[in-house]
T-cell receptor
Framework: DTGVSQDPRHKITKRGQNVTFRCDPI?????LYWYRQTLGQGPEFLTY????????KSRLLSDRFSAERPKGSFSTLEIQRTEQGDSAMYLCASAVLESFLSTDTQYFGPGTRLTVL | DAKTTQPPSMDCAEGRAANLPCNHS???????VYWYRQIHSQGPQYIIHGLKNNETNEMASLIITEDRKSSTLILPHATLRDTAVYYC??????????FGKGTHLIIQP
């Protein structure tokens, strides 16, 4: 399967613990996006990378959240001192930006479902 | 906020064409119309996108009005596996997508 993969698929943690999620994009996709989705809502954009550079961060991305893409391939999203309100599906998507004059299509992974007790 | 308006839910009989409308009256000239769907507990799945012209692929057809203020996604022969939430999104591309609440399409046997 050459699609976007995410690990783990499910994570249960206690309030106050740190958690880290991993996303492996489609090979050679230079853009990588993180979204969060709570029950009954559409996904909400968090941040994205162009290669290893983090180009945009949503105001939803509080100081407890940090994302990295150190070698321009896989990415990690860490949440420190988790709160019950962090319970959500965390989605990763990747895209290949061919030109700044064209659009790129984002392909999503299966998501990581986080439950904070 | 999402720049699109979609009905919250729709029903369609299995085997019939499902026509999902989307209004995007404030769309800019360089914005594309994208459609994704999300089956329960899975990640969104890309369906189709277009700028001005109608588009067709193996999954669906996209009809965009001449003034580009609305569009319709057509699933030609709906099956039970097409039951999902369908999202219509306008974007210039390359940035984060803004999802609304979408249309919950229920295919009835």
């Amino acid at each position: 399967d050459t699609g976007v993969s995410q690990d783990p698929r499910h994570k249960i943690t206690k309030r106050g613990q740190n958690v880290t999620f991993r996303c492996d994009p489609i090979s050679e996709h230079n853009r990588l996006y993180w979204y969060r989705q709570t029950l009954g809502q559409g996904p909400e954009f968090l941040t994205y990378f162009q290669n290893e550079a983090q180009l945009e961060k949503s105001r939803l991305l509080s100081d407890r959240f940090s994302a990295e893409r150190p070698k321009g391939s896989f990415s990690t999203l860490e949440i420190q001192r988790t709160e019950q309100g962090d319970s959500a599906m965390y989605l990763c998507a990747s895209a290949v930006l061919e030109s700044f004059l064209s659009t790129d299509t984002q392909y999503f992974g299966p998501g990581t479902r986080l439950t904070v007790l | 906020d999402a720049k699109t308006t979609q009905p919250p839910s729709m029903d369609c009989a299995e085997g019939r064409a499902a026509n999902l409308p989307c209004n995007h009256s404030t769309i800019s000239g360089n914005e594309y119309v994208y459609w994704y769907r999300q089956i329960h507990s899975q990640g969104p799945q890309y369906i189709i996108h277009g700028l001005k012209n109608n588009e067709t692929n193996e999954m669906a057809s996209l009809i965009i009005t001449e003034d580009r203020k609305s569009s319709t996604l057509i699933l030609p022969h709906a099956t039970l596996r097409d039951t999902a939430v369908y999202y219509c999104i306008v974007t210039v591309g390359a940035d984060g997508l803004t999802f609304g609440k979408g249309t919950h399409l229920i295919i009835q046997p």
